[in-house]
């Protein structure tokens, strides 16, 4: 087992690594920058240790303080949790370096996986079907230009390296082509330190479907469902649930044998998910794979009834897989809400100040995982994710009537949050209903906006 593991990200994510340790009985270094000095992980977990200023190149994407950390403070391990370092695999081979363990997939599988194109060719090799579009990088926009004829328009030009929709660009004829590459090349350069594109087939009107995968070093892997993320507003989720409100138990049997297979062809370990885009005949494509632990996963933990970040701990310490793929069972129905500090009535424009009071709903079906308390202001230099609220219930009206009422009991003073518009979310017909698509969240924001500026008027 682990004895002490630094935990190399903050916010909610570094909470939930340092409760998971504790159960465990491993000991929690947090490392903070001087912004977060007053953040409840720091007051969570058993020690903490300054890394630098809030500048995150200079702190939790610094690599040298992170690994004189951990060393400092004699951890064993390292928890990378999501974004900042987690899917570097030159962060993960130093970690190995240095005699640390990365409690993620080894560097050369993040490598692997981390580049679009070879990840694509990688899944496409082990029988995963991949959205059409280029074989590799595209070498120019005539390049460009002549892919997109022969799969037709709209396209879609995307990163190689990077996601969070950062230099993606649809262009629905070869003029918007023209516009949208150097564009996407130039946001691709300065997000990711690589203008290299793919161009693939735009599809419209599709479902952002996403299979969470577990798997040791002895070879055994296994999925735990599905996870439906098309509530999203510029490739930025806002609502996730699970199971999918579109899959049936048998399509869930494929895409996850699937999704099996792909990680079972690199020799996988750790906690992943594999991403696809789902068409409305309930045909599914591949699309990239994350290495890493997700925000929405309490949803899959808490239909499966599976703690995946303990499971993190467990693998990375050489402990064997215990769950078996018949085993499980989608007990239930989950939703998360992300509750940001941003202002959905001027376009999610990023809100700032102290939290002057706050409290977070509770009762039957209702989880909360946050770093909040009262007092604390939350800093403005990283991501503005401020809470994730998870209701369950039996059956998906059920799960989506708790996290009405839990939006509705949630109080937070002093900063502008998105609640407002994920209540008009929740009651939504065609969100109700479950015919909500990748664009959705787009046109019903649009309708939202008009409402509240004439109830203003």
Same mark, same amino acid.
């Given at each position: ?44 977990a ?54 640390? %363990? ?24 082990a ?97 735990l469902?599905e ?10 989720? /806002?609502?996730?649930e ?12 494929? /895409? ?9 062809? /690199? ?43 303990r499971?993190q ?14 085993? /499980? ?47 604390? %202001? ?24 708790r ?18 518009f ?36």
């Open positions: 087992m682990l004895n002490k593991v630094l935990i190399a990200n903050r916010g909610e994510i570094a909470v939930r690594i340092v409760r998971a340790c504790q159960e465990l009985g491993i000991q929690s270094v947090v490392a903070y920058s001087e912004a977060d000095r007053d953040s409840l992980a720091v007051r969570l058993d020690e903490a240790v300054c890394i630098g200023p809030a500048a995150p190149a200079r702190s939790y994407l610094n690599p040298p303080a992170l690994i004189s950390a951990a060393l400092i403070t004699g951890c064993d391990s390292i928890h990378p949790g999501y974004g900042f370092l987690s899917e570097n695999p030159y962060f993960a081979e130093m970690c190995a370096d240095c005699k640390l %363990t990365f409690i993620g997939p080894s560097a050369e599988t993040i490598r692997l996986m981390g580049d679009k194109v070879i990840g694509r060719q990688t899944m496409r090799a029988g995963v079907p991949t959205v059409p579009g280029s074989e590799g990088e595209l070498k120019s926009v005539e390049e460009a230009i002549e892919v997109a004829r022969t799969i037709g328009y709209p396209v879609l030009l995307k990163p190689s390296a990077g996601g969070g929709g950062r230099g993606m660009r649809v262009a629905y004829d070869e003029s918007d082509l023209l516009r949208a590459y150097p564009t996407a090349r130039a946001e691709a350069e300065a997000a990711f330190g690589r203008g290299d594109l793919l161009l693939e087939k735009y599809l419209t009107n599709v479902r952002h479907v996403e299979v969470q995968v577990l798997a040791d070093s002895f070879g055994h892997a296994i999925h469902g996870r439906d993320c098309s509530a999203q507003r510029r490739h930025q989720k /806002i609502v996730e699970a199971p999918s409100p579109v899959v049936t138990p048998e399509l869930r049997a494929r /895409i996850g044998a699937d999704a099996v297979r792909g990680i079972t062809s /690199i020799g996988y370990v750790n906690a992943g998910t594999l991403e696809f885009l789902m068409d409305q005949d309930g045909q599914y494509y591949f699309i990239e794979m994350n290495t890493r632990i997700q925000v929405e996963h309490p949803v899959t933990e808490l239909v499966t009834d599976t703690d995946l970040v499971w701990l467990l693998i990375a310490s050489g402990e064997r897989l215990t769950l078996q793929q018949n085993a /499980i069972r989608i007990a239930r129905h989950a939703v998360e809400c992300r509750i940001n500090a941003e202002d959905p009535a001027r376009d999610f424009l990023p809100a700032g100040g102290e939290i002057e009071f706050y409290l977070p709903p509770g009762g039957p079906g209702v989880r909360v995982d946050s770093h909040l308390y009262a007092g604390y %202001t939350p800093p403005g230099n990283y991501d503005s994710l401020l809470a994730k609220i998870i209701t369950y219930g039996d059956t998906r009206d059920d799960a989506l009537n996290m009405r009422r839990a939006l509705h009991e949630c109080i937070i003073t002093g900063i502008k949050t998105t609640i407002p994920q209540l008009a979310l929740i009651d939504d017909p065609a969100f109700r209903a479950g015919r909500h698509h990748t664009g959705y969240v787009a046109e019903l924001l649009q309708r939202w906006k008009s409402e509240q500026a004439a109830t203003v008027a």
